[in-house]
């Protein structure tokens, strides 16, 4: 059974960090495109990071340069370090796997796999 189970969510100022994990059993890291997904209240699901299995990453425009995600495979562990936050990024957060497509994608229909989700809001 494939479980993502989301943590380190939670509340920050604008400007400040967070770091999400997300710690995966049921699949191993290395054969699935990883990646993390959010939803703010009224609005469609959007990609943020995913990760090929060759290691390339694709970020959304709106956190580029800002966030930066990571996994460790030997501990079946995603990472997605947010800096520089805005009130804009506020959502909840989703750790997500899926079947690499031929072109990696930040679309949710290519994902397989969805954790639970991690609540992240910044203030002014």
């Known amino acids: 059974q494939v479980q993502l189970v989301e943590s380190g969510g939670g509340s920050a100022q604008a400007g400040g960090s967070l770091r999400l994990s997300c710690v995966v059993s049921g699949l191993s890291l290395s054969s699935y495109c990883m990646g993390w997904f959010r939803q703010a209240p009224g609005k469609e699901r959007e990609g943020v990071a995913m990760?090929?299995?060759?290691?390339?990453?694709m970020y959304a425009d709106p956190v580029k340069g800002r966030f930066t995600t990571s996994q460790n495979n030997a501990k079946n562990t995603l990472y997605l370090q947010m800096n520089s936050l805005k009130v804009e990024d506020t959502a909840m957060y989703y750790c997500a796997a899926g079947f690499c497509p031929l072109t990696l994608s930040l679309r949710p229909a290519d994902v397989n796999y969805w954790g639970q989700g991690t609540q992240v809001t910044v203030s002014s």
């Open positions: 990760t090929a299995t060759d290691g390339f990453t």
